[in-house]
């Protein structure tokens, strides 16, 4: 039987799929549960910054080929509109993953783990992926209101999320609206989510975002785009 050299023949997969841009790498948290579940309850201040710090660190690390970053829970939303390493999306998928992984491991003194998946877009798509982002965010922001109010109400993890599957959105809002909260006037960051960003050759973070489908939102990210 011939036997067949490695120098001739590639065991690798993938490694020459490559994209162009723009393109948005969009990392999670994997397995964050028992983190969030020692945060603050609905949301814990402490925990976002360090999604944002984390973020901040790869703008400034990966230069100006990542043009922003959009986060909110366990989320990071990085958008490229010049590729670093030619496109290999195998290496710009382990390079987020592996480099947000460690950040964000270093800002909660815990080892902590992201993965990441890559989304090419059009130019014109940009603005609409950032606020189908900014919606779940909303979706997100409702839902965790929701479920702390059930849990501090004796609900334990199972009987409140089952509630919620059977209660819309509006009726969620309403719940949480009998227990003093209004989520219309929560902090902007939990409803709207957190942007990262390059501005006059610095990485800048806005807490205050508008809403990115809305006319003031889009001119928001025009600005940052170009």
């Not at 964050?32 to 703008?59: C, G, H, N, Q, W």
């Not at 922001?141 to 334990?156: A, D, K, W």
Request: aromatic letters at 10%; one cysteine or more.
């Amino acid at each position: 039987m011939q036997r067949i050299s490695a120098k001739s023949t590639s065991w690798e997969i993938y490694s020459g799929l490559s994209a162009r841009a723009p393109l948005v790498v969009r990392a999670d948290g994997r397995g964050f549960k028992k983190v969030l579940e020692e945060s603050t309850k609905p949301y814990d201040i402490d925990f976002a910054r360090s999604m944002v710090s984390s973020s901040e660190r790869f703008l400034l690390d990966f230069g100006p080929s990542a043009i922003l970053a959009f986060t909110f829970s366990d989320e990071i939303s990085l958008v490229f509109l010049d590729l670093p390493f030619a496109g290999r999306v195998e290496k710009i998928d382990s390079l987020v993953a592996g480099f947000l992984s460690a950040a964000l491991s270093l800002e909660l003194n815990r080892l902590v783990c992201m993965d990441c998946r890559t989304i090419p877009l059009c130019p014109d798509e940009i603005i609409k992926y950032l606020a189908e982002r900014q919606d779940e965010t909303w979706r997100n922001h409702v839902f965790s209101y929701g479920f702390h109010m059930l849990r501090e109400e004796g609900l334990n993890e199972a009987q409140a999320m089952e509630k919620l599957r059977g209660l819309r959105e509006k009726e969620i809002h309403e719940l949480v609206f009998r227990k003093g909260i209004n989520l219309a006037r929560t902090p902007a960051w939990q409803r709207r989510g957190v942007i990262v960003c390059r501005k006059e050759g610095k990485v800048a973070t806005d807490w205050d975002v508008p809403l990115f489908s809305a006319k003031e939102g889009k001119a928001f990210l025009r600005e940052i785009i170009g």
